[in-house]
């Protein structure tokens, strides 16, 4: 292969196997530290880059790192993720419909309704004095925001959290996991196939209900296939689902176990935006790969054609050589260009929500349990690839 043709440095690294917290972004920093560039002999093989710099400037070549595949052990996928799958100058033609909907303007127009929904979550656990944050706020906050974003009822809920449960186990988890996946990939497919039939029949107000807007989308100036709106309605529930719990889930484990943040957060809530901020660069959940379109050679790394790339955001946004104390979280860090999102026009669509509502979930448990810690005698386990705590039991004084 063409690691080993170019005496290229090589490393097997999995990055999907559960392991004690903080193993995975530990991990991946020695290896930044001691690579730029390697390849990872894991699966067929693919390419591994570690620096903010070089991971930015990939992002930003789409004619070189194309955007066929996100998978690094998957270069052929049997499945799409649009407009993820796509790149310029079509990719911005299936973004252009939904850009309006996901915008600054829109989100903040729903701030009192997510709110509403954050505080019934945390009524829900608050005389207990403890839970799993993961099953009892984690999973159930991300779906009733998301089925609000998108105009549905809240009695569509369950449905989601049970796709969220089947759909989430499947890093490390073998060919069960794999299978239960697929079944929750096509049930999910099903039934916004289904929504979108009645929708053309039955429409609703499109500037309340998202699915009748897309079945009126045009991609360029044809009507959009019914597939590829499909497509994207399944592509953004899973990045408005399993990767909200997973982020909601570091941003708390921090505040449990750092008392001192969790402090000078309930003494001046103004710092829970910047904070946000910082958890997202410190417990980065997301990498994204690209496909190689022709050889080249990348500052120094021997790429050949249809070779798989994986661009570490997991890496970049630790990277001291662009974050002072990159390892330590500061809660009020200024300048903060972490690209958890991404770092070019496939920036993440519902970036603008997902900001809302990790700051709309802090701001609403500390204003009605503003003390927590772990409560495990066990070490907390997480799970690679998409980095996501296991469990996270949480205790509280009672009032």
């Given at each position: 292969m063409?690691?080993?043709?170019?005496?290229?440095?090589?490393?097997?690294?999995?990055?999907?196997?559960?392991?004690?917290?903080?193993?995975?972004?530990?991990?991946?920093?020695?290896?930044?530290?001691?690579?730029?560039?390697?390849?990872?002999?894991?699966?067929?093989?693919?390419?591994?880059?570690?620096?903010?710099?070089?991971?930015?400037?990939?992002?930003?070549?789409?004619?070189?790192?194309?955007?066929?595949?996100i998978?690094?052990?998957?270069?052929?996928?049997?499945?799409?993720?649009?407009?993820?799958?796509?790149?310029?100058?079509?990719?911005m033609a299936y973004r252009r419909p939904m850009n309006p909907w996901f915008s600054p303007g829109r989100v903040g127009a729903m701030e009192e309704r997510l709110r509403a929904l954050a505080r019934a979550e945390v009524e829900s656990v608050l005389a207990d004095g403890h839970c799993d944050f993961m099953s009892a706020f984690a999973d159930r906050f991300p779906v009733a925001a998301f089925v609000t974003s998108v105009g549905l009822s809240q009695d569509q809920c369950d449905f989601f959290v049970r796709l969220v449960h089947r759909m989430s186990g499947v890093a490390g988890g073998g060919e069960d996991a794999v299978a239960q996946m697929t079944s929750a990939w096509a049930e999910l497919a099903s039934y916004w196939r289904d929504m979108l039939a009645d929708r053309r029949e039955n429409p609703l107000d499109p500037d309340v209900d998202f699915v009748t807007l897309m079945s009126r989308a045009k991609l360029n100036d044809d009507p959009m296939p019914d597939e590829d709106i499909v497509d994207i309605m399944v592509t953004l529930t899973l990045g408005s689902l399993d990767t909200l719990r997973s982020t909601l889930g570091w941003q708390f484990w921090h505040l449990a176990t750092h008392p001192d943040d969790l402090a000078r957060i309930v003494a001046d809530p103004s710092l829970v935006p910047s904070a946000v901020e910082e958890f997202l660069r410190a417990y980065p959940i997301v990498s994204m790969a690209r496909k190689v379109t022709q050889d080249t050679e990348f500052h120094g790394c021997p790429m050949k054609k249809d070779d798989m790339v994986l661009l570490t955001i997991?890496?970049?946004?630790?990277?001291?050589?662009?974050?002072?104390?990159?390892?330590?979280?500061?809660?009020?860090?200024?300048?903060?260009?972490?690209?958890?999102?991404?770092?070019?026009?496939?920036?993440?669509?519902?970036?603008?929500?997902?900001?809302?509502?990790?700051?709309?979930?802090?701001?609403?448990?500390?204003?009605?349990?503003?003390?927590?810690?772990?409560?495990?005698?066990?070490?907390?386990?997480?799970?690679?690839?998409?980095?996501?705590?296991?469990?996270?039991?949480?205790?509280?004084?009672?009032?």
């Open positions: 063409t690691a080993t043709e170019h005496h290229s440095p090589h490393v097997r690294a999995s990055f999907t196997d559960p392991a004690p917290v903080m193993t995975h972004w530990n991990t991946i920093d020695e290896l930044r530290e001691q690579y730029r560039w390697f390849w990872n002999d894991e699966a067929q093989g693919y390419w591994v880059l570690t620096r903010y710099d070089d991971i930015r400037e990939a992002f930003q070549t789409p004619e070189v790192f194309s955007n066929h595949s998978v690094p052990t998957n270069p052929d996928p049997e499945f799409r993720f649009l407009p993820s799958f796509t790149d310029p100058p079509i990719h997991q890496a970049a946004t630790r990277d001291p050589r662009v974050f002072p104390d990159a390892d330590q979280v500061i809660i009020d860090r200024s300048p903060n260009r972490h690209i958890a999102f991404g770092a070019s026009e496939h920036r993440c669509i519902g970036s603008h929500l997902a900001r809302a509502e990790l700051r709309i979930a802090l701001e609403e448990w500390i204003g009605l349990i503003p003390e927590f810690h772990v409560d495990s005698p066990e070490p907390l386990l997480a799970k690679g690839s998409q980095v996501a705590l296991e469990r996270l039991p949480l205790a509280w004084p009672r009032r």
